[in-house]
Nanobody, 123 residues
């Protein structure tokens, strides 16, 4: 299953973006889903995850209070609302889905990945 991530772009510091992640054919709505990011020259970094029904979310400390992960199982979509962006948020953002109900911050727990969407924050 190939997830499709979209919504990235260029934004000024302090601005907002909303990323979307959709499965071309709806994967199991029992899957937990997460967002990761990778900046040039850096390792992949966990951003946020959400459990299968949206009742449990978890964030990296670096984005807590600024980013919100949500999902709409009827549409097979997961979203990442990003507010108060700063240049340190610049990265390629990837969505990932796991064959488990509860999310994890470990990328190795995820079975399906999107192609990534570039987010660039200018100062």
């Amino acid at each position: 299953v190939q997830l499709q991530a979209s919504g990235g772009g260029l934004v000024q510091a302090g601005g907002s973006l909303k990323l979307s992640c959709v499965a071309p054919r709806r994967t199991s709505t029992n899957n937990a889903t997460a967002w990761f990011r990778q900046a040039p020259g850096k390792e992949r970094e966990f951003v946020a995850h959400i459990n299968w029904n949206g009742g449990i979310t978890y964030y990296a400390d670096s984005v807590k209070g600024r980013f919100t992960i949500s999902r709409d199982n009827a549409k097979g979509a997961v979203y990442l609302q990003m507010n108060s962006l700063n240049p340190e948020d610049t990265a390629v953002y990837y969505c990932a889905s796991a064959r488990r109900a509860i999310g994890s911050s470990d990328y190795r727990e995820y079975n399906y990945w999107g192609q990534g969407t570039q987010v660039t924050v200018s100062s």
